[in-house]
Structure formats: C-alpha cells, structure tokens
C-alpha cells in the first residue's frame, strides 16, 4: 500500500494555465507538507499544514495555494503557472510525536513550456 | 548561512567497499534531528535513517550507519558492503526542534553517489 501517493507524476502545461496536484496518505499523521526541487536537485520547503491548518508558508508566491479538506489529503494549486514554476513537487508527511521521519510521495514532475 | 552542508557533490565507490558521506549542519536548538534520504534515478526520496540530538549512541540501520559527532556538529552517512543499487543522490536534512507542525526538513545540496562493479 502506498504511504504517500501523488497525483499526477508527470505534468506538462503552458505558461498561464492553472493546475492542481493532489497528494493522500494514509499514515494517519496530522502534518503534511509540499516540498519544491529544482532543477539543480536542491529541495525546499513550500507549506507545511497540521490539522488542515497552514503552520508554514516559506515566501511562497500566491498563485500557489495549497487546500487540505481533510488531514490525510493536502492538494496543491498552482494559478497562471511561470516557467520558473518547472520542478518537481513532492508532498511529504509526518507524526509531530514521532519526530523521526518524514514520508515523501514519488513527486510531480512539473514541466512549464 | 547554510544550515546544511554536504561538501562532496559526487563520490565513486567500488562495488563491497564501504563509502562516508559528509555531512555538517548548523544550529542553536539543542532539539533536532538529522536524516539522510536517498533519491534514486527514478525520483523517490527514501527515507534511510535518523538521528536525534538526544540520542547517546549512533544511529544504524542495516547497512546504514550514522556517525554522529555533535561537538563537531557533523553526521556522517557510512554505507558499508556497497551495492550498484546504492548508486543515487543522497541527502542529508535536519529537524530543528520538536513542535508539531513546525518540523520542516532543511535539506543539503546532495551528493552523488556511483557504486562501480
């Protein structure tokens, strides 16, 4: 059974157009999270949610807004996307008591054309 | 300042020798946690293994070892007996401070990883 699961793995779309990610897991932890790694392979933190409630948002543009309905399920849209938008996302998740790891989707791969 | 440094953008190893990657970090918070991950060619961040701040002896998980030098402030990643299927990148992240929802994972730069027959 897969923890951590995202949806699309791979993504192409024109600059301008909105999209979403999704992301689920069934771990049953209450925080979840969006990673961002560039093109250089280097990985930061975007938003981090901890029952449904945005905890953290790292000087992220708004056209980017993450939605969670539900604490297994953190989504993420993406408005009027820019080709710097071209990365990959990884949703990530973790119990806050457990501190020891995080549990990281496959990743979007975003491409902006 | 860099919260996380990996000085080693790539490393060969020969296939059954074991390999160190670096690892250095930089914090004021006696409470944290350091990780490695491991991201093969197919994208996938692994988990590998974790260290807390409060924790006496290194950490190990099968063939992974962390060694762990908090005077220095360094966690170093030993990979013993490596195999071609170790060939990846290799993160090292840390955790500073245990409150919930705030425990993002600061990552380093990666190193490469190739395991020669």
Redesign the interface.
């Known amino acids: 059974d897969t923890a951590v699961s995202q949806t699309p793995k791979y993504l192409v779309t024109q600059m301008g157009n909105d999209k979403s990610i999704k992301c689920e897991q069934n771990l049953g932890h209450?925080?979840m999270?969006w990673?961002k790694q560039d093109s250089?392979?280097?990985?930061?933190?975007m938003f981090?949610?901890?029952?449904k409630?945005l905890?953290?948002n790292?000087t992220v543009p708004n056209r980017f807004s993450p939605k969670s309905p539900d604490k297994a399920h953190l989504n993420l849209h993406i408005n009027s996307l820019e080709l710097g938008d071209s990365a990959?996302y990884?949703c990530?998740s973790?119990h806050?008591?457990s501190?020891?790891?995080?549990?990281?989707?496959?990743?979007t791969?975003l491409t902006v054309v | 300042a860099q919260k996380i440094t990996q000085t080693q953008p790539g490393m060969f190893v020969q296939e059954k020798e074991a390999v160190t990657l670096d690892c250095t970090y930089d914090t004021s918070d006696p409470s944290y946690?350091l990780?490695w991950?491991k991201?093969p060619s197919s994208?996938?961040?692994?988990?590998l293994i974790?260290q807390?701040s409060y924790d006496q002896q290194n950490a190990t998980e099968g063939r992974y070892s962390l060694n762990f030098q908090k005077a220095r402030k360094s966690a170093n990643l030993v990979i013993s007996a490596s195999q071609l299927g170790d060939s990846a990148?290799y993160?090292c992240?840390m955790?500073e401070g245990?409150?919930?929802?705030?425990?993002?994972?600061?990552?380093g730069?990666?190193t490469r990883l190739a395991v020669h027959p």
């Open positions: 209450d925080t999270y990673y250089k392979k280097f990985l930061k933190i981090s949610y901890n029952n409630e905890i953290i790292e990959v990884f990530a973790s806050p008591e501190h020891t790891e995080a549990f990281f989707g496959q990743g791969r | 946690g990780f991950y991201q994208g996938e961040m692994i988990f974790y807390g990148m993160f992240a955790r245990f409150s919930g929802g705030y425990n993002k994972l600061i990552f730069a990666g």
